[in-house]
């Protein structure tokens, strides 16, 4: 097995938005947050992604505006490193390397030149135990800088960046973990600890969930799993410390922040619902609810104009000082579990898989957003546990993009499972998918698998679903009637096929579409669509077969499939024979729609390993072990916009296709070459300038320019301006000679001043050009006039021989003076 180092697997597109808190800059224009490997910039006003910060290569852990400069911004990342980025141009400034995991990062205006991380503890082997460090960041001008310089703050700390907050402007800082309540003072270097009993009286359980400081008052507030909300106060003294109990969640509080000015307590959970508590008023609050799902974190700008939330359907929430929605930034929606496969839409080219809870989301790959959500179960969404509702769990497209298929499925205890088969028509007004046909129990029980017929040159379009009933069903779409011409096409069906009471696993059509493959336990039936004759079966060693895919373009002869035995068969169309198989524990097998590349997910030894290949030949063009840990049970090709020209042969299978795939733990993951990165990081390099501008007197200036030239552009073009000096000896030496013998800055000021400026002898150049033009045109001048005079001469010879007398220079520079002067006012005097 070959592997190749120029690939590499990396969270591309459909991040996490919500992973760690977001952060507001202090002028409330962006909001910045981590999103797999890199940091997103977002504008508050227009929901848009300006800038992508790339350059970490493992997880971003957290996003901290520094202290001392809010045009910068640090982030911290699980390989080990913190990065100082210029948020504004997307420019990396520096890197500090740590050489520990960073889980989360911290700092305070009163600690200059100092960042807080969270890092594994050194001295223990186990990985849940993590301490708090002071990292002392070294003053240098090198890009890359090593920071080793670590002192321990507070040890048994939580990951949780929610956990550890700083009060009063950099005091104390405060910690969370469990039970307990750690509170340290920098100025007494002594922590003050505070513990809970496990459960209270009422049953509640007191585990402390986040933490937030007052930023004025001595007062910290705790939220719990029970859903209170613990105000303690006077705690400097470990003996004496006293705490106030707020209660209106009924379940966990997961976020907890003060406004800047400390008026308003704001917490959120489980309840979608945003509660803004007023301090030392607690009596009164006010709520912001139905903001969609569970709020996970909350922020807001330092300036108090805007408050942010994350909520667990990875979504982020700009809300105008509690009031109203202004702007909702949506990623990739991932929910427990993604029931229907990845595809791609053949129209957006987005990717579609399961979103909200009986959705269909449509999102962009290209862009990283989410284009819109499709409802197909048409219920309101009930959030209790234990109650069975309907759920999306099959889902298909045409070739053209035209039809959408989607099986929704509910199931509950004491009743039958109820089944609907739903076809789905694009309409090109609205540019979404509009309900064409609904079919109740369209098979007995559970729908296994679902596919189009996808030959492009077909006269009719095809759908086949295969069910545990131990059926095939054709679905057919009818054209409409003569006198139901208004109600359009609709589906009907046109076949139903078994074999030997075996249960159908999966189906297959192959690319010309005149062929179906479908898989009862360990036969593989080869149908014709045209006749639904049985052409031939295919048999292998005795196990169920679980995946069935056809080859494309020259492999179209192969038909393969996987078994449950831990085979992956190639069978050989022409022949109708086994043409090989080897022995794979193969989770996941789909087809490039572009080229001939198939890809094979195989599961070993608690990780996953991908084959590329091609049936026809024995050797695979790519491999790669250990893409994940975990099994990978949901994968895609995705059709490029812009096709690669990578040369190397490793590679050559991602020029037509991107390939992704879902981990288990749901994350988006593809792969990618060091040529697509070293341009992704080209282009994000690029500075982006805004046209929001501050309204001072140099942008009015500005702008004034700006729309003289737009408003008349042909004479901005005419209008002339003094050239400046060129080639100035000052300049040259300035430039030239190098800087350890060139004379004080003082000295060169007024030298290189006065070579900017236009001198006298320029003015008096100038003027005698002027003469010398104004010579040049007497003189065509006094040439015109000759030749003037010489016809009036010939014409005074035709009339009789009379000489007129001769004009003077002087009586020609007066006569061209009068010849410039403008005299329509005369003329207009004359008509009136």
């Not at 957290?62 to 390989?79: E, M, R, T």
């Amino acid at each position: 097995m070959v592997e190749h180092g120029d690939i590499r697997v990396v969270h591309r597109g459909g991040s996490k938005l919500n992973f760690r808190e977001p952060v507001i800059t202090h002028d409330s224009r962006y909001l910045l947050c981590a999103s797999g490997e890199c940091v997103k910039v977002f504008s508050t006003s227009t929901e848009e992604c300006i800038h992508d910060l790339r350059g970490h290569t493992g997880l971003v852990t957290g996003v901290l505006l520094k202290p001392s400069n809010h045009l910068q911004v640090y982030s911290c990342s699980a390989d080990g490193t913190v990065r100082l980025w210029d948020y504004t141009d997307g420019i990396l400034i520096k890197t500090y390397v740590i050489g520990y995991p960073v889980y989360s990062i911290c700092a305070s205006a009163n600690h200059e030149g100092v960042i807080f991380i969270v890092t594994p503890m050194l001295s223990d082997k186990r990985s849940d135990l993590f301490q708090l460090v002071a990292v002392d960041l070294p003053q240098s001008g090198d890009q890359l800088v090593e920071a080793r310089e670590l002192s321990a703050v507070l040890s048994d700390v939580s990951s949780n960046p929610a956990a550890i907050v700083f009060g009063r402007g950099g005091e104390y800082i405060a910690s969370a973990n469990g039970l307990h309540l750690e509170v340290y003072f920098f100025k007494k270097q002594k922590s003050y600890r505070f513990s809970l009993k496990e459960d209270n009286k009422k049953g509640g359980k007191n585990t402390l969930t986040c933490v937030a400081c007052h930023p004025k008052d001595d007062c910290i507030a705790t939220g719990h799993e029970d859903g209170k909300i613990r105000l303690w106060r006077n705690f400097n003294h470990k003996k004496e410390y006293t705490y106030s109990t707020l209660h209106w969640h009924h379940s966990a509080v997961s976020s907890l922040c003060f406004t800047p000015e400390g008026t308003n307590l704001l917490s959120g959970g489980m309840e979608s619902v945003l509660v803004q508590w007023r301090y030392n008023q607690e009596s009164e609050r006010d709520f912001l609810p139905r903001l969609g799902s569970a709020i996970t974190h909350i922020t807001v700008s330092p300036d108090g104009a805007l408050f942010c939330t994350s909520h667990s359907d990875n979504k982020i929430t700009i809300i105008q000082s509690c009031v109203k929605v202004s702007a909702v930034i949506q990623g990739l929606v991932k929910g427990e579990s993604v029931r229907t496969d990845m595809m791609v839409d053949p129209r957006s080219k987005s990717l579609v898989l399961n979103g909200k809870p009986g959705h269909l989301q449509f999102y962009s790959l290209q862009r990283d957003k989410l284009l819109y959500n499709l409802d197909i179960v048409q219920q309101e969404y009930i959030h209790e546990s234990g109650l069975e509702q309907f759920e999306v769990v099959k889902a298909a497209f045409d070739a053209s993009g035209s039809w959408l298929a989607t099986v929704e499925e509910r199931k509950t205890k004491d009743a039958e499972l109820e089944l609907n088969l739903k076809l789905w028509a694009f309409d090109e007004q609205t540019q979404s998918f509009v309900l064409n046909t609904t079919i109740s129990a369209p098979h007995e029980a559970r729908i296994t698998a679902m596919c189009f017929c996808h030959a492009t040159d077909s006269q009719t379009t095809m759908l086949v679903s295969t069910s545990k009933d131990g059926h095939f069903k054709a679905w057919q779409l009818a054209a409409p009637a003569h006198t139901e011409a208004d109600e359009g096409p609709s589906w009907s069906c046109d076949f139903v096929g078994a074999y030997h009471g075996l249960v159908p696993e999966c189906c297959c059509f192959s690319a010309d579409g005149s062929l179906l493959a479908v898989s009862f336990q360990e036969v593989v039936t080869v149908w014709s669509p045209a006749s639904w004759e049985l052409l031939t079966t295919l048999s292998q060693p005795p196990k169920a077969v679980r995946d069935l895919c056809f080859g494309r373009l020259s492999c179209s002869k192969y038909l393969l499939g996987t078994t449950a035995n831990d085979l992956l068969c190639c069978w050989n169309l022409l022949t109708c024979s086994l043409e090989w198989s080897t022995s794979m524990d193969i989770s996941l097998l789909l087809a490039d729609p572009l080229t001939e590349n198939m890809a094979a997910f195989c599961c070993q030894a608690g990780s996953t390993d991908l084959f590329v290949f091609k049936p026809s030949e024995p050797r695979p063009v790519f491999s790669q072990k250990a893409v994940c840990s975990g099994k990978v049970t949901r994968a895609v090709f995705a059709p490029r916009e812009e096709m690669l020209e990578s040369c190397e042969e490793s590679s050559q299978w991602l020029n037509h296709s991107q390939l992704y795939f879902l981990t288990p733990y749901m994350d988006l993951v593809t792969f990618t070459t060091k040529a697509e990165e070293d341009r992704l990081m080209a282009s994000s390099k690029q500075l982006i300038i805004d046209d929001s501008v501050a309204m001072t007197p140099f942008y009015l200036l500005l702008g004034k320019h700006r729309q003289q030239e737009e408003a008349d552009p042909v004479s901005s073009l005419s209008a002339e301006r003094r050239p400046l000096p060129q080639c100035s000896v000052a300049i040259k030496e300035l430039l030239q000679t190098p800087a350890h013998v060139l004379p004080s800055t003082s000295f060169l000021c007024s030298m290189f001043v006065q070579s900017l400026l236009i001198s006298v002898t320029d003015g008096r150049e100038e003027t005698k050009h002027a003469e010398e033009e104004m010579e040049s045109e007497k003189e065509e001048d006094d040439s015109e006039g000759e030749m003037e005079s010489s016809t009036q001469r010939q014409d005074q010879a035709l009339l009789g021989g009379q000489a007129a007398p001769a004009l003077t220079k002087a009586q020609h520079r007066e006569l061209r003076r009068v010849k410039k002067l403008d005299h329509s006012w005369f003329t207009r005097l004359l008509h009136s």
